[in-house]
Nanobody
């Protein structure tokens, strides 16, 4: 069974930093792409970053470029989202998603269709 579990959310001050984790199981992690999405109440889901694990290629949305970075630990099957210089608009629920079977494929992580999703973790920014 494919499973994704996010952790690391919580309360953070404006300008602070936070690292979210996405624990993956049930698929070959290093053949996959991992994406991070966020959704504010009453708004649609926004894809903010992704990584194709097999070649470490990444993509970042303009809204987080320069502030968020993504990394992975293949041995532990973990994807990380590092957030710095956090602003009020970062107060949303963050979810990770996965798409397997991309090793050797020309499909970028941005173009991938994500089939598995975690439950999300809430990040709340205080001033």
């Amino acid at each position: 069974e494919v499973q994704l579990v996010e952790s690391g959310g919580g309360l953070v001050q404006t300008g602070g930093s936070l690292r979210l984790s996405c624990a993956a199981s049930g698929f070959t992690f290093d053949d996959a792409a991992i994406g991070w999405y966020r959704q504010a109440p009453g708004k649609g889901s926004e894809g903010i970053t992704c990584m194709k694990i097999s070649d470490n290629s990444t993509w970042f949305a303009d809204s987080v470029k320069g502030r968020f970075t993504m990394s992975s630990d293949i041995a532990k099957k973990l994807g990380y989202l590092r957030m710095v210089n956090i602003v009020a608009d970062d107060t949303v629920v963050y979810s990770c998603a996965a798409r397997g079977g991309l090793r050797g494929s020309n499909t970028t992580c941005q173009a991938a269709t994500y089939a598995a999703w975690g439950q999300g973790t809430q990040v709340t920014v205080s001033s």
